[in-house]
């Protein structure tokens, strides 16, 4: 069965403090591992779109990676305007157009 | 661009009652989603559409219809609500769906009580 893993579920940060939250995957083929942000009561916000095993992108403070069977993102330097909900979803091979989401990891950063 | 809207933001309805939830997109996309997110849950697709006049179930149809008769605009209606159908409601869309992994943008959501 195709699933999708986020670790931890909250991360407490204090400014400054760089970490990574993890994104493991089980799936037969991957088309597309993707990374979004939801701050509360709004839609998720897409961030990055990885394709295949050792692929990188950067955006401001994050960057996202991936191997056959786990994504990173890492946050540098987080300040408090990063907290939020990350997600990760998968896109797998044969699933038609089915995204498969994870619960989520949720982050806060403090001054 | 708007993008993808959605109305109404907030509803509260009584166990039995019907309604239809709006989506709109302005962005010419051909693929078009309804997902619904459980607190503590990862977001679950209830039906999709990849055009005009076709839709097809997700994961969670039960107790949902849509109907597709524009690219741009994609409802979801809800039939004798149910408390279980209690949920925050996202509408995504994508411009298409296959070959790649192409990415989906999401609508403002609908947060939904049923009581």
């Known amino acids: 069965e195709d699933q999708v893993t986020q670790s931890p579920e909250a991360l407490r940060l204090q400014e400054g403090e760089s970490s990574s939250l993890n994104c493991s995957y089980t799936v037969s083929g991957l088309r597309g591992l993707f990374w979004y942000r939801q701050d509360p009561g709004k839609g998720p916000e897409f961030l990055f779109t990885?394709?295949?095993a050792g692929e990188e992108k950067e955006k401001e403070r994050l960057k996202a990676t991936l191997t056959k069977k786990e994504s990173f993102l890492h946050i540098t330097a987080p300040k408090p305007e990063d907290s939020a909900t990350y997600l990760c979803?998968?896109?797998?091979?044969?699933?038609?157009?089915?995204?498969?989401f994870g619960k989520g990891t949720t982050l806060s950063v403090s001054s | 661009n708007a993008g993808v809207t959605q109305t109404p933001k907030f509803r509260i309805l009584k166990i039995g009652q019907s309604m239809t939830l709006q989506c709109a997109q302005d962005?010419?996309?051909?693929?078009m989603y309804w997902y619904r997110q459980d607190p503590g849950m990862g977001l679950k697709l209830i039906y999709y559409?990849?055009?005009?006049?076709?839709?097809d179930k997700g994961e969670v149809p039960n107790g949902y219809n849509v109907s597709r008769s524009t690219t741009e605009d994609f409802p979801l209606r809800l039939e004798l609500a149910a408390p279980s159908q209690t949920s925050v409601y996202f509408c995504a869309s994508s411009l298409y769906g296959s070959g790649g992994g192409d990415t989906q943008y999401f609508g403002p959501g609908t947060r939904l009580t049923v009581l």
């Open positions: 962005m010419n996309h051909n693929y």
């Open positions: 990885l394709y295949s």
């Open positions: 979803a998968v896109h797998p091979l044969g699933a038609g157009t089915a995204l498969i």
């Open positions: 559409s990849v055009g005009a006049g076709i839709t």
